[in-house]
């Protein structure tokens, strides 16, 4: 499969790059910044040098041309305003669903945050990411005609991975590594019937294949 993957310098992102191209995989990045080409050729995937927050729709549908799947892991990132939040993890993420629409590319993968929620109150900045998350959550699910997966992970660390999981509709609070989200996006893609699907991923105990096949149904 050709992967286009938004956020590309993120680090579940260089996470999942890595392992989608050892699986033989054509994966792209997209990013911001010039200087995180080399990063991104480290990690087996072709850099994409286009900024979501200023880019047109038709823009983006041309990286996403001749894409089998598309994964949103874009985020403004930590010690950014409420601002951002809107323009990158709400704007950013509807921008690249419509992109993908236009573009015929209907395996859309999102990751999103555990609590998203675009009713969620507070005036924090965590608040509006809550909020910001939620609300893209929402367009994708529901004004979308794509196939996707909304994945929602716990609190990030960057433990090593287990490869053990708890990925369910509702799993509780928890943590998970940034590995063990990347494998499991990884699977996500690999397996087309978990599409329709809105998931909570922590730390468990059941491993990451096992974990995906049971949320599909197989």
Not at 123 to 129: N, R
Not at 142 to 155: E, K, N, Q, V, Y
Not at 197 to 210: A, K, Q
């Given at each position: 499969m050709r992967i286009v993957i938004a956020g590309g310098h993120g680090r579940i992102a260089r996470r999942l790059e890595r392992l989608l191209s050892a699986g033989g995989h054509e994966v792209a990045g997209i990013i911001r910044s010039p200087e995180q080409s080399a990063d991104l050729r480290d990690a087996g995937a072709e850099p994409v040098v286009l900024d979501l927050e200023s880019a047109s729709v038709e823009m983006v549908a041309a990286v996403l041309q001749g894409a089998d799947a598309a994964v949103f892991a874009a985020g403004a990132g930590a010690g950014s305003g409420a601002d951002r939040k809107a323009t990158v993890d709400r704007d950013a993420a509807i921008l690249f669903a419509d992109a993908a629409e236009r573009a015929g590319v209907r395996r859309h993968v999102v990751v999103s945050s555990?609590?998203?929620?675009?009713?969620?109150?507070?005036?924090?900045?965590?608040?509006?990411?809550?909020?910001?998350?939620?609300?893209?959550?929402?367009?994708?699910?529901?004004?979308?005609?794509?196939?996707?997966?909304?994945?929602?992970?716990?609190?990030?660390?960057?433990?090593?991975?287990?490869?053990?999981?708890?990925?369910?509709?509702?799993?509780?609070?928890?943590?998970?590594?940034?590995?063990?989200?990347?494998?499991?996006?990884?699977?996500?893609?690999?397996?087309?019937?978990?599409?329709?699907?809105?998931?909570?991923?922590?730390?468990?105990?059941?491993?990451?294949?096992?974990?995906?096949?049971?949320?599909?149904?197989?």
């Open positions: 555990m609590g998203a929620d675009p009713d969620h109150e507070g005036d924090e900045v965590f608040d509006a990411y809550r909020r910001a998350k939620g609300e893209a959550d929402a367009y994708v699910t529901s004004r979308t005609g794509l196939d996707w997966t909304i994945l929602r992970p716990g609190i990030l660390t960057d433990d090593a991975g287990t490869g053990l999981v708890h990925l369910a509709a509702d799993t509780g609070r928890g943590t998970v590594p940034r590995d063990d989200v990347a494998a499991v996006l990884a699977e996500l893609l690999e397996t087309p019937a978990t599409a329709g699907l809105t998931l909570e991923l922590v730390t468990g105990t059941v491993p990451v294949t096992v974990a995906v096949r049971d949320v599909a149904g197989n």
